[in-house]
């Protein structure tokens, strides 16, 4: 029995030896088969479009197939559910606003993925604004008038949201102008964007990839941006602070994502390509034109940083008002 007992324990080590030296043969293969970026967002929106960007110049540099697969909804969480269920070996990566995955822990009362747990940042990608955007027929010119017609209005005035932060943001900003608007739910921005066009909804908080694309297509109004200080890229857009609602100072940050068990190497081997990418001046130029500025950081600050924002948005849910769904 001894004996039995004594082999079984020797095979088990020599087991878990053989896996850890695949495991590690893997790693300094690593990349030799195509590698798949996830996106919470439908094809052609406006973040879709930064994915796209990124695994146009990963396939460059990591010299193999580079796919792009769309798992939309749920605000992000389908997505991370794909990513944490695929096996963490770097050939699954989930692009997406990290600061919005960190917001569902609290937006959602049983989230399917345990975020700091199950989730590493393996790269930073940009810092972003979020924006106020209204249809281009409303006739509101500005966040103060905006906010008067809404008084006005009262529940007959809406608001549209299709993503964590435009939801948080929404809220706070309402409370904030005393306002009794009606929040109206999407799955996409691209769900959104008819009603917003047509006046349906009277306001949105979007990401500035959607909103500069939809304003250069006449479709939208920008108002204002919730950046402390006016973006470089965009300066005639007012902050919030400057259209009189300074509680409205919120980043919104894309990172590219891995599951937790993930080799360290190759978790440094994913930093160094996308930080190499983000010096392009390509790159800057192009992430500007969407209202964002780059963010080079390595995994260990990344992966600070979302566990820290974890922490801030449950005091922004609170501050909100919303109940977990």
């Known amino acids: 029995m001894g004996f039995l007992h004594g082999f079984s324990r020797r095979a088990l080590g020599a087991g878990i030896a053989l896996g850890l030296a695949a495991s590690a043969a893997a790693a300094q293969d690593y990349p030799s088969e195509d590698i798949t970026l996830l996106t919470g967002f439908p094809p052609g929106s406006g973040a879709d479009v930064l994915v796209r960007y990124f ?20 605000a992000g969480n389908i997505g991370a559910e794909a990513l944490v269920n695929s096996d963490p070996d770097g050939y699954t990566m989930y692009i997406h606003a990290a600061s919005s995955i960190a917001a569902n822990m609290h937006l959602f009362k049983d989230p399917p993925v345990d975020v700091a747990n199950e989730i590493q940042i393996a790269a930073t990608l940009n810092n972003q604004a979020f924006m106020l955007i209204v249809p281009a027929s409303s006739p509101f010119q500005t966040v103060e008038e905006l906010i008067a017609g809404m008084q006005e209005a009262g529940d007959a005035g809406t608001y549209g949201r299709s993503n964590t932060t435009g939801q948080v943001m929404s809220r706070i900003f309402a409370e904030a102008a005393d306002l009794q608007t009606v929040e109206v739910a999407y799955g996409t921005d691209t769900d959104m964007i008819v009603d917003l066009e047509s006046g349906i909804v009277d306001f949105a908080m979007m990401n500035p990839v959607f909103s500069l694309a939809q304003a250069a297509e006449g479709r939208v109004r920008i108002l204002a941006v919730s950046t402390p200080e006016r973006l470089q890229a965009a300066p005639e857009y007012p902050t ?14 894309f990172a590219v994502m891995v599951p937790k068990e993930t080799p360290e190497d190759v978790v440094d081997t994913i930093n160094g390509w996308f930080n190499e990418i983000l010096a392009m001046d390509e790159t800057v130029e192009f992430l500007n034109r969407n209202g964002g500025d780059p963010f080079i950081s390595t995994p260990e600050e990344g992966q600070a940083l979302l566990e820290q924002q974890i922490e801030d948005w449950e005091g922004f849910v609170a501050v909100a008002g919303i109940d977990p769904v």
């Open 55 to 74: 695994a146009d110049k990963l396939d460059d540099l990591a010299g193999v197939n580079v796919v792009v697969e769309n798992k939309a909804g749920a």
């Open 240 to 253: 919030f602070a400057e259209a009189g609602v300074p509680e409205l100072v919120m980043l919104s940050w």
